[in-house]
């Protein structure tokens, strides 16, 4: 069988016009999920996030069309990995200015899980703290443009033995590591960082937020300082792709936090292992 890693516009290609607005003006948008058994994990919740931020980004896409291709892509791919879709206005003129019938291109990309999250859900992770500041934007924040320097910059920042950084806004304000979302437990409470000027409303996030309030603990969003992160019990992060990892250590400078898996974070694996299970 023939697998497919990339497919643009329903035809297997890995090549696109160097005048596609997504590529000049980072004028798009995209969801990352998880493949298990070709079952795209959280599908509807990524579709969802996506029409949102194309309603916001005035790019109007054909859902039907959007699902056919990708339905065949996934049939076309390994059983498990990464699917990255992207949308993008398509090509379209020298300035900033949108073409009023653009041909949106729809773009599907295929990567193997990497290899390294399974001994992170068993070991944890450790993080550092970038000293890269996330912009605010309260129109932009919490979708998933394409416009993502804030989070390659603050990658940098990453090194050998921090597996991911938290980051924070201009105010000193922590709002999420740079591919994921943040949960602490302060004072018997579990908090996750404000995210209505900065950072992503993560899929994974929505989908904890909603188990644990069905279970009657909600997470609350509310301002998150480093102060709040070095006194919380217990932390972890979530994504679409490795699920819920613990932290198991915060690395500042000559000074290093640890963390035990408290359960409210073994609460939240179980929650992420339901929908694992629902792939099988």
């Not at 696109?16 to 070709?38: H, K």
């Not at 898996?261 to 179980?270: F, L």
Request: charge should be negative; proline fraction near 3%.
């Amino acid at each position: 069988m023939t697998y497919l890693e990339t497919m643009i516009n329903g035809v297997e290609t890995e090549f696109i016009s160097v005048r596609d607005r997504g590529l000049q003006y980072g004028d798009g948008c995209f969801e990352t999920l998880r493949l298990i058994n070709r079952f795209p994990v959280l599908l509807n919740q990524h579709i969802d996030r996506l029409i949102r931020t194309c309603q916001l980004l005035q790019i109007e896409i054909d859902l039907d069309i959007l699902r056919i291709e990708l339905t065949e892509f996934i049939r076309l791919c390994p059983t498990d990995g990464v699917v990255k879709i992207i949308l993008t206005r398509g090509i379209g003129g020298r300035g900033y200015t949108a073409p009023k019938n653009p041909e949106i291109h729809r773009i599907f990309l295929y990567s193997e899980y990497p290899e390294n999250y399974s001994k992170l859900t068993e070991e944890g992770v450790s993080v550092g703290v970038s000293g890269m500041p996330l912009s605010e934007n309260s129109r932009l924040a919490g979708h998933k443009h394409l416009n993502r320097l804030d989070q390659v910059i603050a990658s940098f920042d990453l090194h050998a033995t921090a597996d991911e950084v938290l980051c924070m806004d201009s105010s000193g304000h922590v709002i999420e590591g740079s591919k994921s979302n943040l949960v602490l437990v302060l004072d018997d409470l579990v908090i996750t960082p404000n995210l209505e000027k900065s950072g992503v409303k993560g899929v994974m996030l929505d989908y904890l937020r909603h188990r644990y309030a069905n279970d009657g603990n909600d997470i609350r969003a509310r301002d998150v300082t480093l102060e709040d992160i070095r006194d919380a019990s217990e932390l972890f992060l979530c994504n679409s792709v490795f699920g819920v990892l613990s932290v198991a250590k915060l690395i500042e400078n000559e000074a290093v936090k640890f963390w035990p898996i408290g359960p409210v974070t073994r609460q939240a694996m179980r929650y992420y292992q339901e929908v694992i299970a629902s792939a099988n």
